[in-house]
């Protein structure tokens, strides 16, 4: 199958605006500046943003870290809603499936608020309605009373199978950790599955699909060794990238650090990450500065992938992360703010 209907000129048009709007996100120089801000002042800062409607919308209900978090919710979710409505033809369709994984994370959101007893309007601070959920939907499930009339609700939706069948397990544990992984392992194989299904640009789709698994599979590595899990060790791996199931909990058994590095190595062919191992063998860093590197390097091979294929999925799902990331360091820095963290502590939680 193809997508010859859409021309090449939608294609050109949606990369270009991209790029134009990925050149407009927020520089490191204003996250150091950030830093030494307090809540008020970042308010004002990012108000004189891209995230001005938000704020201005919301600043008479709303004030402090309660105001900074929803606008920064709202404004990714309008911007994802917005990029799917100008991609043209089955670059939608690959945005949209990516663009899932946020019912992932909205709905364990809402499970975990209804178990730590959290309010309502704390919960939908964090909601970003930008998959197949939308924001009246994940409002009804909010206003349930319990994690039972959750899942009730849930009934219908592409998520309910894989929480139906781990739900009461998660209630007993007090933890959806297991369920989170199900959920993320079904979601990587319906991308395979989309990438594989013939469509023009699919081959592009599928080199961000491995990259995207081989990076969450090695941030597994590292935290699994970090917190000497042994069990379920395969129930966190994803299937579909450069690694077996064997080589995975090979990895994962290695006891010296140095010889885990070496192997991992041995296993890889991504320069930058390679590079980065080499860095990591003096075993120096924390776990966290780990993650964040790994990310730093999916962010940076997403960026070689676009100038590659300059009119393809690539430069828009490169802009989706580095937007997501934008969100993410600002909320980092807000809240951080809002506990009285030491800047150099909250430093080391932003991508940049």
Same mark, same amino acid.
């Given at each position: ?45 990012? =108000? &004189? ?7 201005? /919308? *919301?600043?008479?209900? +709303?004030?402090?870290?309660? !105001?900074? #978090? ?101 209630? =007993? &544990? ?7 992984? /199900? *959920?993320?392992?079904? +979601?990587?194989?319906?991308? !395979?599955? #989309? ?121 828009? !799902? ?35």
């Amino acid at each position: 199958m193809s997508d010859f209907a859409s021309g090449p000129k939608p294609y050109v048009y949606v990369c270009t605006r991209l790029r134009v709007r990925k050149s407009k996100l927020i520089p490191r120089e204003d996250y150091l500046r950030l830093l030494n801000m307090g809540i008020p002042e970042i308010t004002r800062f990012i =108000e &004189e943003t891209q995230y001005k409607k938000e704020i201005d /919308e *919301l600043a008479t209900s +709303f004030s402090g870290i309660d !105001l900074i #978090e929803l606008a920064l919710s709202w404004n990714l979710a309008k911007e994802y809603q917005n990029i799917q409505r100008i991609t043209p033809g089955v670059l939608k369709r690959f945005t949209q499936s990516y663009l899932r994984k946020w019912d992932i994370q909205n709905v364990l959101s809402i499970f975990r608020g209804k178990m730590q007893g959290m309010k309502p309007g704390k919960v939908r601070e964090i909601m970003v309605p930008a998959g197949e959920l939308d924001k009246v939907f994940l409002d009804r499930l909010i206003k349930e009373e319990t994690p039972e009339r959750v899942l009730e609700a849930l009934k219908g939706q592409s998520v309910y199978p894989v929480i139906a069948a781990g739900f009461t397990a998660a209630l =007993e &544990e007090g933890s959806f950790a297991r369920v989170e992984n /199900e *959920l993320y392992r079904q +979601f990587y194989a319906n991308l !395979l599955t #989309e990438a594989r299904s013939g469509f023009k640009g699919g081959r592009q789709f599928l080199q961000y699909i491995m990259l995207d698994i081989d990076i969450t599979n090695i941030r597994s590595m590292f935290r699994l060794r970090a917190d000497r899990m042994q069990e379920d060790a395969r129930a966190m791996m994803i299937d579909g990238g450069t690694f077996s199931i064997e080589e995975f909990q090979q990895l994962i058994s290695i006891e010296e650090d140095r010889e885990f590095i070496d192997t991992l190595k041995s296993k890889v062919r991504l320069k930058p990450l390679l590079l980065l191992l080499d860095e990591l063998a003096g075993g120096r860093k924390t776990l966290r500065e780990i993650e964040i590197d790994l990310i730093k390097v999916q962010l940076a091979q997403m960026e070689s992938f676009t100038k590659q294929n300059p009119f393809s999925i690539h430069p828009i !799902l490169t802009y989706l992360e580095k937007k997501k990331y934008e969100i993410f360091n600002l909320r980092a820095i807000a809240r951080g703010k809002e506990v009285n963290l030491p800047t150099d502590r909250i430093r080391g939680y932003l991508v940049m």
